[in-house]
């Protein structure tokens, strides 16, 4: 990341995608991310389709948000996240038993033949380790970093990550991000750290820098050494932007 520099820099992840909603279970928020690729020539279609199959849950007085996040850079540039998060592992049950059909159904009529492919996953947000702004609303953009650790190293990994988050919220550092950790559907052990944006403007180091920021928390030596210690943990990472497309989204009236 470049803001923030991770590994080779320390530390420096999907958006918060999402604001940190409430879970049913308070112990837990988990969610689905659905990635889509369009097939060439077909990104209008594919976009009417979506807006399509939203009014379809805005018809069934789907009590889930649905937001849709255009990537914007990075391998997966042009393909899109529809992501849903604010759940428990029940919801995610009770949500299929009383959707889940129809709501395939309506999204292969809508979408699928404007697809060139589909995967779907479930993440884990990871509220100890986060620090999300307190705006009631989705941001405009998010900087997505990516970690695929080396097997074994998930306890130095989520150790060094604490202890980088309690530096940031004591130094009330500003920037604000969420953390995620894969469930399901994926190669693993991943991790998803998710920045906030306002705009591309928001991708230049802020100020203080992120190592002069950990540096003061934690003093020169300590600094240094947690920045080993989590180098230590990663195999491979990688990064994208995203950006919010609320017309492409859905979210339930309020209450």
Not at 71 to 89: A, D, K, L, P, R
Request: proline share 5%.
């Amino acid at each position: 990341m470049r803001r923030i520099g991770l590994c080779t820099a320390v530390l420096a992840l999907v958006a918060c995608l999402v604001p940190l909603a409430p879970a049913q279970d308070k112990d837990v928020d988990v969610g689905w991310v659905h990635a889509f690729t369009v097939k060439p020539g077909m990104t209008k279609q594919f976009e009417e389709g979506r807006k399509r199959h939203m009014d379809w849950h805005r018809k069934q007085n789907d009590s889930w948000s649905w937001q849709l996040w255009e990537v914007m850079t990075g391998e997966g540039t042009g393909s899109y996240y529809s992501i849903t998060f604010g759940h428990s592992w029940k919801d995610l049950d009770a949500w299929e038993a009383k959707l889940g059909d129809t709501d395939t159904v309506d999204s292969n009529a809508n979408m699928m033949p404007y697809l060139g492919g589909e995967t779907s996953s479930l993440w884990m947000v990871m509220r100890d380790w986060s620090h999300p702004s307190s705006m009631s609303e989705s941001p405009k953009m998010a900087e997505v970093n990516h970690f695929l650790l080396k097997p074994g190293t998930e306890e130095d990994f989520d150790d060094a990550v604490k202890k980088i988050n309690e530096a940031i919220v004591k130094s009330n550092w500003p920037v604000h991000y969420t953390w995620f950790q894969l469930q399901d559907g994926g190669e693993g052990p991943h991790y998803v750290l998710s920045v906030e944006m306002k705009g591309w403007a928001d991708l230049a180091e802020p100020n203080p820098s992120f190592g002069a920021m950990l540096e003061k928390a934690m003093g020169k030596h300590d600094a240094e050494a947690l920045q080993h210690a989590l180098d230590h943990t990663i195999q491979r990472e990688w990064t994208e932007t995203i950006r919010y497309r609320p017309e492409l989204s859905y979210e339930p009236a309020a209450k």
